[in-house]
């Protein structure tokens, strides 16, 4: 679907996006993951058409050169904005003329995707009265009105309550069925939930890319985790020695140990802990964490 080749978008001497390239297959959701700052809205504002890139290119599958592909795609900033005076249905019917069609064909799809992203009864309410989660389901609809083959939302639940971030990653994972998604965001655990595949993005270059699986069999390692009654800073230079241990940490009142082997790791520690008699409270064997990942890739 999408093919971007070495797309670089610079504010006077400084790149935020800096030649990056990546392609998108249809029928995917993929997270465009990193931190704030990291360049992800500005690319998403490229591949939307609402920035030009200062060098690179955008090719989307069956278009000709140079043509205008925002009909192909539906664009949900962080921020939107909605006319509060407006209903959500005239909002959509709105946006659907803005977008070319008939007033006739704008009404049928305003019903039928305020149906689908889950207001419907909210059709005739006005936006200004709209919850947060409300406003995000408009806004992918108003996104989606015109029937595009990919829609990108940047950051679509970081500035939403518990119960709003849970209604739209629910959306995001029931219309990642029919359409291609991508979606920029922050928070790990979301990326880790619905996407198929991710794009880690650091100080403007695409550091990782690939499916969970891929990136899970490249970068993850194994680990145990104690806890303790009372965390000593000693335990860490005991432990970090014992055969099968890579590294020993303190990480939010945990101490972490990267293994090697998993079993003899296992057995050392249950061994000296239970000679010492430390006051160990949890023993978790496990594999490290998306935001484990995303920390080595960076460090590297």
Not at 117 to 127: C, F, T
Not at 168 to 189: G, N, P
Not at 248 to 254: A, D, S, W
Not at 263 to 292: G, H
Request: hydrophobic letters at 40%; aromatic letters at 6%.
């Amino acid at each position: 679907m999408f093919n971007v080749k070495h797309l670089t978008k610079t504010f006077g001497n400084s790149p935020v996006v800096n030649d990056i390239s990546f392609t998108l297959e249809p029928g995917n959701c993929v997270a465009l993951l990193g931190a704030n700052g990291a360049g992800k809205t500005t690319t998403l504002r490229m591949l939307a058409g609402l920035l030009k890139p200062s060098n690179g290119s955008i090719e989307l599958e069956g278009m000709k050169p140079n043509a205008d592909r925002r009909e192909h795609i539906g664009y949900l900033p962080q921020y939107p904005v909605f006319h509060s005076w407006m209903t959500g249905k005239e909002f959509l019917v709105y946006v659907g003329q803005l977008a070319n069609l008939t007033k006739a064909n704008a009404l049928d799809r305003a019903d039928y995707f305020l149906e689908r992203v889950g207001i419907p009864e909210a059709k005739n309410q006005r936006i200004g009265k709209y919850s947060g989660g409300m406003k995000q389901r408009l806004g992918i609809a108003q996104a989606m009105i015109h029937q595009p083959t990919m829609i990108m939302l940047d950051e679509p639940v970081s500035s939403l309550d518990p119960i709003g971030r849970r209604e739209v990653l629910t959306l995001m994972e029931e219309l990642k069925q029919q359409t291609t998604i991508l979606f920029s965001t922050h928070i790990l655990s979301d990326a880790e939930e619905i996407s198929d595949g991710l794009l880690l993005m650091h100080q403007g270059k695409i550091v990782e890319s690939g499916s969970l699986h891929e990136l899970r069999n490249k970068h993850q390692t194994a680990k145990i985790n104690l806890s303790f009654h009372e965390l000593n800073q000693n335990y860490v230079d005991i432990l970090k020695g014992l055969p099968g241990i890579a590294d020993c940490f303190i990480e939010r009142e945990e101490l972490v140990c990267i293994v090697e082997d998993t079993e003899q790791a296992r057995d050392e520690l249950l061994n000296i802990v239970t000679t010492n008699q430390y006051p160990l409270t949890k023993f978790e064997v496990s594999r490290t964490s998306l935001e484990d990942l995303f920390m080595k890739v960076v460090k590297q």
